[in-house]
Structures are given as structure tokens and as C-alpha cells.
């Protein structure tokens, strides 16, 4: 690549200070309104967005092409249940530039197991109790139909709503939080960051974010989580401090189970989805995705052997290297861990080294 667009993609894709377990550096009194889509580029959500962590909501605009919104719908505005018991359709939406680096859900489409989309359907009154999003990942959802009340507090912030206990409650809105005695740093909280989702409105939650959603109408709505490398570091962090929770629990146990540390693995898969081993090979994907399309620089070659790769091509070179360099930084964590290490990494494949030493030669090769 030429040196002014090396320069001035740098620029952009710069090695952020990373903000410290999820934290937001946005007002937490308000939360941006993104109105016209021809105005607001994937470099604008990242910077302004990705990188600081911080939650923002996209107006109908975004959205008023997707199937769903019309075939959904009735023309009250109502979801269209006798269509949907009668009709299955694929394409009812295009997922937006904007949450298009996807991690989560590329890994687990190329092992072809699950993955982490889905449709909500709630009635009037319906709502989803307090809670992070999955792995500590990002999350957006798109009102198909109906409203919504979204209840959300910053990282951080939740630690004021646990009991005596320790726990979080089930509904911030119960007056039980009131009683001092049960809920005793409850006074020291802040008041909840409230948005009015629309019909159409996509809402995008970041990292870490506590949120409760209340359904005000009949509503449908398109979500997925996803991470990538603005916020795989946290996830990191959320894996070490799940681990390291089962471990507090079976600890008495420690000396007399065999193969105690395999135990708390298998422990925090069935809790949480996903192991230390699963999260290397998560990485492994992801960057293996990215060093073909740096290698091979006709990245529509490739696009039939993977679909990711031509969404990584369409974000452009450096966006790729900015992936790998995250990716990097965290394989090298992990790779360090003392409860990773005896996991015998090497007999994975390829052994985190090699994969660490490949990557970074990727990296070095596409900066020259």
C-alpha cells in the first residue's frame, strides 16, 4: 500500500489506549441519537463508538429496507403473527456495516454449531430481567415493531445494586431495592441511563453494559451479540474472572479430585458456553480468516471457502491487521496464563506459538 493511505489508515486503526474493564468515557446522561445513515461511517461508530464503549442509538433510517419491516408487520404497526406461522423467510434483514467485524458469530458458523443471532418476540408488558450480555460481548437490536424501555447502567455502575449477598437483582425496579438492609449500597447508585426504542430504532449495547428491557408494545426485534477486537480483551478478562470463580467454589476438593483444574473448566463451559481451550480456537479462526485475506490480496478468491473473509476484505487491509495485532495481544495473555498452561496447549493445533509466531509475520509482512 502507498505510504499516504498507510498514514492515514494508521491513523484510524491506531493502537487506542484500551479503557480499563469496559469503562465508557461518554456523559452517562444521555445516549447519541445517530439519525441520517449517509452521514455516519463505519470509522465514525468505531472511534466515536467501538473504542470508548460507549452505547448509541440508530433511527429507523438504518433499517427501512429490511424485509421484516414489511413483511413483519401489519399495517397498524402490530406483528404479523398469522405471516410468520406461515411463512419462513432468510432474508428479512442485512446486518449494518457497523456491527459487521463479528468475531463471535464467525467462529461459531465455521464449526457450525450455534450461534449467537436471534428474533425476540414479547408482548405488552413482557421484559427481560437485569443482566450483561453473554461473554461481556457488544449487542444490538433492532425493533422490527412495537417499543421498548431500555434500563442501562456503565460498567461498574451495577456493583452498587448488589445484596448483602453479593447477588444482582432480578428487577432494578423492584422496591425491595430500597431496604437498606438487604440491598446496602443501593443509595450510592445512580440512576439508570433510560432509551425509548421505536419501531425501526436499532439500539447497540456495549461491553459490560447491565440492562433491563421493558416491551411498552407488542414487539419484534433482530439481535446479536458479537465481539471483535475493540472488546475481545474484555471478554478475556470476563473468562478469567468466571474460571476463577468456580475455582473459589469446588476449592476444598482441590487436592483430592483428580484432575481438578480440567473439572473447572469443563465447570465454566457448562455455565458460561465456552472454555480456555474453545476461546484459543476462537482466536485461532479469527486470525487464520484474517492472515488469508493479508496473504492473498484478491480476497474474492477466497470469499467461497469462507463468507467472513470477504466481509473482512469489504472493511478493508488495515482493518485486518488492526484484528491480528488484538488478537495477538491477547493470545499472548493467554498463552502466559498459568491455568492455560496446563490445559498441555501444545498439543492443540497449531500450538499457540506457532500460531502467535505466523501472526505476527502476517502483521510485519502487510506493514512494509
Known amino acids: 500500500?502507498?505510504?499516504?493511505?498507510?498514514?492515514?489508515?494508521?491513523?484510524?486503526?491506531?493502537?487506542?489506549?484500551?479503557?480499563?474493564?469496559?469503562?465508557?468515557?461518554?456523559?452517562?446522561?444521555?445516549?447519541?441519537?445517530?439519525?441520517?445513515?449517509?452521514?455516519?461511517?463505519?470509522?465514525?461508530?468505531?472511534?466515536?463508538?467501538?473504542?470508548?464503549?460507549?452505547?448509541?442509538?440508530?433511527?429507523?433510517?438504518?433499517?427501512?429496507?429490511?424485509?421484516?419491516?414489511?413483511?413483519?408487520?401489519?399495517?397498524?404497526?402490530?406483528?404479523?403473527?398469522?405471516?410468520?406461522?406461515?411463512?419462513?423467510?432468510?432474508?428479512?434483514?442485512?446486518?449494518?456495516?457497523?456491527?459487521?467485524?463479528?468475531?463471535?458469530?464467525?467462529?461459531?458458523?465455521?464449526?457450525?454449531?450455534?450461534?449467537?443471532?436471534?428474533?425476540?418476540?414479547?408482548?405488552?408488558?413482557?421484559?427481560?430481567?437485569?443482566?450483561?450480555?453473554?461473554?461481556?460481548?457488544?449487542?444490538?437490536?433492532?425493533?422490527?415493531?412495537?417499543?421498548?424501555?431500555?434500563?442501562?447502567?456503565?460498567?461498574?455502575?451495577?456493583?452498587?445494586?448488589?445484596?448483602?449477598?453479593?447477588?444482582?437483582?432480578?428487577?432494578i425496579t423492584s422496591p425491595e431495592l430500597k431496604n437498606s438492609s438487604l440491598y446496602p449500597r443501593y443509595a450510592q447508585s445512580a440512576a439508570p441511563v433510560e432509551i425509548i426504542q421505536e419501531a425501526g430504532e436499532v439500539v447497540f449495547i456495549p461491553s459490560g453494559w447491565h440492562h433491563q428491557v421493558h416491551n411498552l408494545e407488542d414487539t419484534i426485534s433482530i439481535n446479536h451479540n458479537w465481539v471483535n477486537g475493540c472488546n475481545v480483551a474484555i471478554m478475556w478478562s470476563f473468562l478469567q474472572d468466571e474460571l476463577a470463580a468456580v475455582q473459589r467454589e469446588i476449592k476444598e476438593w482441590r487436592e483430592t479430585m483428580e484432575d481438578w483444574h480440567l473439572q473447572c473448566q469443563v465447570l465454566m463451559k457448562s455455565y458460561t458456553g465456552i472454555d480456555y481451550k474453545e476461546f484459543y480456537n476462537l482466536l485461532k479462526i479469527i486470525a487464520e480468516n484474517r492472515i488469508f485475506v493479508l496473504e492473498n490480496h484478491h480476497p474474492e478468491e477466497g470469499a467461497s471457502r469462507h463468507c467472513y473473509r470477504a466481509a473482512i476484505s469489504g472493511l478493508g487491509m488495515l482493518h485486518a491487521v488492526f484484528d491480528l495485532k488484538r488478537s495477538a495481544k491477547v493470545l499472548i495473555s493467554l498463552t502466559a496464563n498459568e491455568d492455560f498452561k496446563k490445559l498441555n496447549p501444545e498439543s492443540l493445533t497449531p500450538p499457540p506459538q506457532a500460531l502467535l509466531h505466523r501472526l505476527k509475520a502476517a502483521i510485519d509482512t502487510a506493514l512494509l
Not at 4 to 28: I, K, L, V
Not at 77 to 105: A, H
Not at 118 to 141: I, L
Not at 147 to 160: A, D, M, R, S, V
Request: aromatic share 20%.
Open 1 to 171: 500500500m502507498d505510504r499516504d493511505t498507510f498514514s492515514c489508515a494508521t491513523q484510524f486503526f491506531r493502537e487506542y489506549s484500551s479503557p480499563p474493564r469496559g469503562a465508557s468515557s461518554q456523559p452517562h446522561d444521555h445516549v447519541d441519537y445517530i439519525e441520517k445513515p449517509e452521514t455516519f461511517t463505519y470509522a465514525d461508530f468505531f472511534k466515536d463508538y467501538l473504542i470508548p464503549n460507549d452505547p448509541c442509538v440508530f433511527s429507523a433510517k438504518f433499517t427501512e429496507g429490511w424485509g421484516s419491516r414489511r413483511k413483519w408487520v401489519t399495517p397498524d404497526g402490530k406483528p404479523d403473527f398469522d405471516f410468520l406461522l406461515q411463512t419462513f423467510e432468510q432474508d428479512v434483514y442485512t446486518t449494518p456495516i457497523y456491527f459487521s467485524s463479528d468475531w463471535l458469530n464467525e467462529y461459531w458458523d465455521a464449526i457450525k454449531v450455534d450461534d449467537y443471532r436471534f428474533v425476540y418476540m414479547g408482548p405488552k408488558g413482557s421484559w427481560t430481567p437485569f443482566h450483561a450480555d453473554v461473554f461481556r460481548s457488544y449487542s444490538w437490536s433492532a425493533n422490527i415493531c412495537g417499543k421498548k424501555k431500555w434500563l442501562i447502567f456503565p460498567p461498574g455502575q451495577e456493583e452498587n445494586l448488589r445484596d448483602r449477598h453479593g447477588h444482582l437483582p432480578f428487577d
